[in-house]
């Protein structure tokens, strides 16, 4: 059976992106598939191609044109797989509405098609606070919002990775099929080695909600008391917000022990947090779950986050220990972080509990979810094929 993928891509460093590589890695591990074809977006030039065994990866529509769901039907067209798999956020195509538009349209062109079409939307972003993440738009930012939930909703099977947006969409659309995914974890779990010294991490695209600058009001504070304090802050430029990473970097450049990592290649994340004594979620407005929190708890790292809804849903739902502070106060961010330093026994105690939760949502789970998706859709658009179950491993 031949599964295509739709979905941003490495090597750009995108929450959905890192989602949509490791998931179709599990994927291709799972030996289910004859074929997987994933049909990824393009930025700048030709992006090197990450090797998956198994996995035929190609670049057929490019980010902000307004032709990207053309270029998706017409890839589809020429590939006829037996079902596709959209994995999407609400930017996926870019920073224009258009383009954005455009790419969403292929979902309910594709069930046309009597393709069977699962979506997996990372975000409802009508029930965020549009103001904060400065959605493009203006007065129209929440109509074009719920336009892009209701063509997510094309789909034959929608997989969502927060337990309440399954509830939402149980009231707002009964008779519609839905699964929740959580995030889950990228690799096997491994604690990490506790390197020398304090070193704060931030890990994620570059963005203003993104709350770099409250962290570093956090940071400064503490430095007057813990002077070998580091920080580094990486992760890739956010689509919407080109160049800011740089004039923060430029804002701070005087401010000592901050380490910029822009544009972070796959292969060297693991190290990033090996380095880390706390991994810090600062944000000031989200629009769904995190897969930093999975990876910090992956690789036994200490976890603060800002106190937002989705934040505690995630934590709560996959039962994930995590220290909150009072969302863009940088004072009790500092307090937070002071006292996960000064108490080793609040830090083990995450680590001790994250290890054990994460082993329930590794990546063979993962990928056992979506197999049963995939089935779904298969049963509900008649086809008669199946693929065959996976068994998952026992949690250590």
């Known amino acids: 059976m031949h599964l295509a993928v739709v979905t941003p891509f490495p090597p750009a460093i995108t929450g959905i992106g890192q989602y949509g590589f490791h998931t179709s890695r599990s994927l291709s591990d799972a030996n289910v598939f004859d074929q997987i074809s994933v049909l990824a977006g393009a930025s700048n030039g030709t992006p090197a191609i990450l090797n998956i065994p198994h996995v035929e990866v190609e670049y057929p529509w490019r980010l902000d044109h307004a032709d990207a769901g053309m270029h998706i039907m017409a890839a589809l067209q020429q590939k006829k797989p037996d079902v596709v798999w959209f994995n999407l956020g609400v930017s996926s195509f870019g920073r224009s509405p258009l383009a954005n538009l455009s790419g969403f349209s292929a979902v309910g062109r594709t069930r046309k098609l009597g393709i069977p079409t699962v979506v997996t939307l990372h975000e409802i972003v009508e029930l965020s606070d549009l103001s904060a993440l400065q959605a493009p738009g203006g007065i129209f930012a929440k109509m074009g919002a719920r336009l892009i939930t209701r063509m997510a909703l094309q789909a034959d099977v929608i997989c969502l990775t927060l337990k309440q947006y399954t509830h939402w969409l149980s009231e707002h659309d009964p008779h519609k099929k839905s699964i929740h995914i959580p995030i889950g974890s990228y690799h096997e779990p491994d604690v990490?080695?506790?390197?020398?010294?304090e070193e704060l991490l931030f890990f994620s695209t570059f963005a203003p909600f993104k709350g770099i600058e409250i962290l570093i009001a956090a940071y400064e504070r503490l430095l007057q008391e813990r002077p070998n304090l580091t920080l580094t802050i990486a992760g890739a430029e956010h689509h919407r917000f080109p160049g800011y990473a740089q004039t923060l970097i430029e804002k701070y450049s005087e401010l000592k022990n901050i380490r910029w990592l822009v544009d972070v290649p796959e292969d060297s994340v693991r190290s990033i947090f090996e380095r880390a004594s706390i991994?810090?979620?600062?944000?000031?407005?989200?629009?769904?779950?995190?897969?930093?929190?999975?990876?910090?708890?992956?690789?036994?790292?200490?976890?603060?986050?800002?106190?937002?809804?989705?934040?505690?849903?995630?934590?709560?739902?996959?039962?994930?220990n995590i220290a909150f502070f009072q969302t863009d106060n940088a004072d009790d961010l500092a307090v937070h972080i002071k006292n996960l330093f000064d108490h080793p026994e609040e830090r083990m105690t995450q680590l001790r509990q994250n290890a054990e939760r994460i082993q329930n949502i590794h990546p063979q789970n993962t990928a056992k979810q979506y197999i049963e998706a995939f089935n779904l859709a298969l049963s509900t658009t008649g086809k008669t094929a199946r693929l065959k179950s996976m068994q998952e491993p026992d949690a250590a």
Do not use: C, F, N
């Open 192 to 197: 990490l080695t506790h390197m020398e010294g």
């Open 279 to 320: 991994v810090v979620l600062p944000y000031s407005a989200s629009t769904g779950s995190s897969s930093v929190l999975y990876q910090a708890a992956t690789w036994g790292k200490p976890i603060i986050a800002s106190d937002l809804p989705e934040l505690r849903s995630a934590a709560k739902e996959s039962g994930l």
